[in-house]
């Protein structure tokens, strides 16, 4: 087959390829840290299967996700919900909510856009693969972390970010519940650790904006986890946005306001700790870790977008 006639072929796939309304599903591409090394994280995306266009009736799954999520609500009256989870059409984890935004894309900005089908010898059927620009919509949607592919040796986990220096450990919890049958409460901070993060990076480009309306320490959301050893899978992640002393505390401790998704559920302010959040993460994590940039990032001021979805 001579030049003109593979140049076609390949105009026609890459054509093909763009004129779907969406990705084909499941895909799975890959993240990368910051970092000099730029360690490649694998993610994967798949439909919501309780997603809901706000267009007739919503399906069973959607019915059931929303009287789910009420009364969550109802159980947690100090948490809020800021997105339903049938608002969005791809699957979202935790952990690619909190750390997704401080990482990038292999191959972003360059319009690689279609590289396949693959076939993966892990997965053993055809993928996709994407580049960020390409992604179509809610580019950001996917699953970090999985037990699956941790136990046959793929990088799925966040802990690229602090192994390879794109992040530092910089605050940790000092108490925690004490357990299931503990009254309310959660885990506990040094005030001025926290504070200290307030100063160091202030959101000068309202990185925010895009999940509160308001922030009210005006700083940048910094990823939070649980990463049991520095090799671990954490079992949950979030954001730290604020922090307050609770009634009963002395001013040098804080509890933290975090935002987070709850698996593939909907995306939640809160406290966390026994009592106060949706999910069960919050009687099995023993420290949360506040991580921030490292010097790897050149010391710029710091723009990062959280997005709901």
């Not at 490649?40 to 919503?58: L, Q």
């Not at 040094?190 to 309306?213: K, P, R, W």
């Not at 320490?217 to 946005?241: F, T």
């Not at 307050?244 to 935002?259: N, Q």
Request: charged letters at 15%; hydrophobic letters at 40%; a negative charge.
């Amino acid at each position: 087959m001579n030049k003109i006639h593979l140049t076609l072929l390949a105009a026609l796939f890459l054509s093909m390829a763009s004129a779907q309304d969406e990705p084909p599903d499941p895909l799975i591409g890959r993240r990368l840290t910051f970092n000099g090394t730029a360690t490649p994280v694998n993610v994967e995306r798949f439909h919501n299967p309780t997603y809901f266009s706000g267009s007739g009736e919503p399906s069973k799954t959607a019915k059931r996700q929303l009287d789910f999520e009420i009364v969550e609500q109802r159980r947690y009256p100090e948490a809020t919900l800021l997105v339903s989870a049938t608002e969005y059409k791809f699957c979202r984890n935790c952990h690619d909510f909190a750390w997704g935004p401080w990482m990038t894309w292999e191959g972003y900005p360059y319009n690689m856009a279609w590289c396949g089908p693959i076939t993966n010898i892990f997965f053993g059927f055809p993928r996709a693969l994407y580049s960020y620009s390409e992604l179509g919509p809610q580019k950001e949607a996917w699953l970090m972390g999985s037990e699956k592919l941790e136990s046959i040796h793929i990088e799925t986990s966040p802990r690229s970010n602090w192994q390879d220096g794109s992040m530092v450990d910089a605050v940790q919890s000092v108490a925690g519940p004490m357990g299931e049958s503990a009254e309310v409460t959660d885990w506990l901070f040094n005030t001025e650790d926290l504070d200290a993060l307030q100063y160091e990076y202030e959101d000068v480009f309202g990185s925010m904006s895009g999940i509160l309306q308001y922030n009210p320490r005006n700083m940048i959301g910094l990823p939070v986890c649980d990463p049991v050893s520095p090799n671990g899978l954490p079992v949950h992640a979030a954001v730290l946005v604020d922090w307050m002393t609770a009634p009963g505390m002395t001013p040098d401790k804080s509890v933290g306001i975090f935002i987070s998704k709850w698996g593939n559920g909907g995306v939640w302010l809160h406290r966390w700790g026994y009592g106060l959040c949706p999910g069960e993460y919050c009687v099995s994590t023993e420290q949360l870790h506040v991580f921030v940039p490292s010097s790897a990032w050149g010391g710029l001021e710091y723009w990062v977008f959280y997005s709901p979805w």
